[in-house]
């Protein structure tokens, strides 16, 4: 990256310096942010088209606001470049993305402009009203807050319980509504086809208050005057404004506006500013504007593989083409469908990182996409499947958190056999602590009347949504964003509850769940020599193989091995069953990732820091059998050397 070589951008060392730029500059420093963009791109994977597309409303913001004491929320933060840009971070820019260096979304260890780690979607109307809300009553009545919110996250639940309070309670709060008819695929629903109509609504706000204004000053005669001028009133704005799923919510509605025209945002910025109450400003945006590529095929440009652009054109730098475990769920979905008409999909807003647009276009009828609205996908799953469907409800790990009260009170309680896909569990490399999808075992292995599962490689894949669509209760299988172990043959066939054996050995027992196998066989491979081990694909977190933890234990020590939260993970699955057939419990080692908010970076190097590399695992082991033998200066312990939470760098 070209890091230093931007003059504007140079001068920054926070937004306050903005104010005192003019119209020109400011231009000039959004053609600076687009260039550091576009060459972010030739070096690693980020969020590209979102970030583009709100570079004017970024700068427009710091111009008007001073966010150091007023308030500012990025819904979902994946569009925070240009705001870090801006803010202080540029000489630091070229690390973002990378362990130990700038995080993707909002980070308030990294800067006082930023307040909360936002990842997820919806929460920026609650907390900006939390904040607006707090400062009142503090004394601090000049703060202004404003959330930032995309119209792919406006139809969320928690959205409209926020806007519900926020109507309600007359308190100052701005809402910038960032239209650019995207989520990470194509919005959908009524509330998308709603904020159709406002942008193609050829009256502006300047037009309609003027005609409201006129009409206010009519003079009454009697109450038949006075209802025809209610009336008109009422059809003036139905007709000529817009916004009245929001004004009758109690929030004024302004706009819509050119979101890319820098003047016309501080010009309305300011206006809503002095508003009392909460507002919304609606501002019309481009989704990967100023690159024309992006702005063409947003869909693809919302997180590119690295490219290099030559000409305009943009060229895909090489990968290691191993195909993940998404393309191989993706497949054995296309293959249920195809053979049985009773199974649907269902998708929040998820359908490109879930590779489903083959699902969309060959099966259209049978495949969901319900927007950023994890609770009414499980909860809309749950009615599917008491109707006679089996779907399957194919979601992030971190996203299905969102849905925790529907998969038990409208699954697990009435004892339906929907199907949950995990994808992105375990560790999402450089997308950081917002997205690494590690607590899903804990928060899932709780809950009656549900099968956990993980593959522990790509040819079991298939035989497992199989297997799942066969049962007569809720199954999760979890899988992460990584490229799928190949063993070169057919799976070995699928009991309930059954682990896999793939070596046999007589001192002791490595037992991967899921694709941690990989780590695991090649940390058996270095002890080849030294230790005879036996290495168990665990397969089932619930229930777990009694018969295969017991043999585990009358053969020597015993290591479990998971990519998730050690605390109600799959090794406490592992020690409660030792402790229920009263086996030494003193021989088990758990190692999975501690218990804290890990940072972004490199899987691989995540893995190993965390004492799951297959040089860490072989150590382990080396450890465990020493120990056993009585060689060792310490017994086994619980947590192991390589689980140590010392050994992660967390979250400050």
Same mark, same amino acid.
């Given at each position: ?46 969020? #590209?088209?979102?970030?583009?597309? !709100? ?11 001073? #966010? ?39 980070? *308030? ?35 202004? @807050? ?8 406006? +139809? ?70 006075? %209802? ?11 007709? #000529? ?14 706009? +819509? ?71 191989? /769920?993706?497949?054995? $979905? ?9 199974? &649907? !999909?269902? &998708? ?46 194919? $979601? ?21 056999? /929907? ?10 490399? +450089? ?9 899903? $075992? ?55 509850? %059954?682990?896999? !054996? ?13 694709? /941690? ?76 990732? *501690? ?40 017994? *086994? ?6 689980? @140590? *939470? ?7």
């Amino acid at each position: 990256m070209k890091i230093g070589t931007h003059p504007l951008l140079s001068k920054l060392k926070d937004a306050e310096v903005l104010k005192t730029f003019t119209p020109a500059e400011l231009e000039a420093v959004s053609a600076e942010i687009r260039d550091v963009l576009c060459n972010l791109l030739a070096t690693r994977t980020a969020h #590209f088209a979102s970030n583009l597309g !709100v570079v004017e409303l970024c700068l427009a913001l710091h111009t008007e606001y001073d #966010f150091r004491q007023d308030r500012l929320i990025w819904d979902t933060g994946h569009q925070i470049y240009p705001h870090k840009l801006v803010t202080g971070r540029y000489l630091q820019f070229d690390s973002i993305r990378h362990q130990g260096g700038l995080m993707g979304y909002p980070n *308030p260890a990294e800067s006082e402009y930023d307040l909360f780690m936002t990842g997820h979607a919806g929460c920026s109307v609650s907390t900006a009203m939390g904040l607006a809300s707090g400062d009142c009553l503090l004394g601090q009545t000049t703060r202004q @807050s404003v959330a930032v919110i995309g119209d792919g996250a406006l +139809p969320s639940g928690i959205v409209f319980e926020a806007m519900n309070n926020a109507g309600a309670s007359g308190e100052k709060l701005t809402i910038i509504l960032n239209d650019n008819k995207m989520s990470i695929c194509p919005r959908v629903g009524a509330v998308a086809e709603y904020l159709d109509r406002l942008r193609s609504n050829p009256f502006y706000t300047g037009l309609k208050q003027e005609v409201v204004k006129v009409l206010g000053c009519v003079p009454k005669f009697g109450d038949p005057a006075e %209802r025809m001028l209610a009336q008109l009133k009422e059809g003036v704005k139905a007709g #000529f404004l817009g916004g009245m799923l929001f004004e009758e919510l109690g929030i004024r509605y302004v706009g +819509p506006i050119d979101g890319h025209d820098i003047g016309l945002l501080r010009k309305y910025l300011r206006l809503v500013r002095g508003m009392p109450g909460p507002v919304l400003l609606h501002v019309v945006t481009e989704k990967g504007h100023g690159y024309q590529p992006a702005a063409q095929n947003p869909v693809y440009f919302h997180t590119p593989p690295a490219f290099l652009d030559e000409g305009g054109e943009p060229v895909t730098l090489g990968s290691d083409g191993s195909p993940p475990f998404t393309n191989f /769920v993706r497949d054995a $979905i296309l293959a249920r469908l195809q053979s049985d008409p009773l199974v &649907t !999909v269902l &998708t929040a807003a998820m359908c490109q990182g879930n590779k489903l647009e083959p699902v969309r276009e060959r099966f259209p009828e049978r495949f969901f996409d319900v927007g950023i609205c994890e609770s009414h996908a499980v909860a809309f799953a749950a009615g599917q499947c008491k109707a006679g469907l089996r779907p399957i409800v194919d $979601i992030y790990s971190t996203f299905l958190q969102r849905s925790y009260d529907q998969i038990f009170q409208e699954v697990c309680l009435q004892q339906l056999p /929907v199907t949950f896909l995990m994808d992105r569990s375990g560790l999402t490399g +450089p997308d950081g602590p917002t997205h690494h999808g590690l607590f899903d $075992i804990g928060y899932l292995r709780s809950l009656p009347n549900v099968i956990l599962m993980a593959p522990g490689y790509a040819e079991e894949v298939a035989p497992m949504l199989d297997f799942a669509l066969e049962q007569n209760m809720a199954v999760a299988i979890r899988y992460p964003k990584a490229a799928a172990l190949h063993v070169g043959h057919k799976a070995a066939e699928l009991r309930l509850g %059954r682990s896999e !054996v793939i070596r046999t050995g007589t001192d002791g027992t490595i037992i991967a769940y899921g694709a /941690v196998l990989d780590q695991v066989l090649a940390a058996a491979d270095m002890l080849n020599d030294e230790i005879s081990l036996t290495v168990v694909n665990g397969r089932f977190a619930k229930p777990i193989d009694d018969e295969m933890v017991r043999a585990a234990f009358e053969r020597g020590f015993v290591i479990t091995v998971e990519e998730a939260a050690r605390i109600g993970g799959f090794g406490t699955a592992v020690l409660e069953s030792a402790a229920d057939q009263q086996l030494d419990t003193r021989r088990l080692q758990r190692l999975a990732l *501690p218990d804290q908010l890990i940072e972004h970076g490199n899987r691989e190097a995540l893995l190993e820091q965390a004492g799951l590399g297959p040089q860490q695992i072989a150590d382990a082991c080396r450890a465990a059998q020493d120990s056993l033998l009585g060689e060792g200066a310490a017994e *086994p312990t619980l947590t192991g050397s390589s689980a @140590s *939470p010392s050994r992660m760098s967390p979250i400050t």
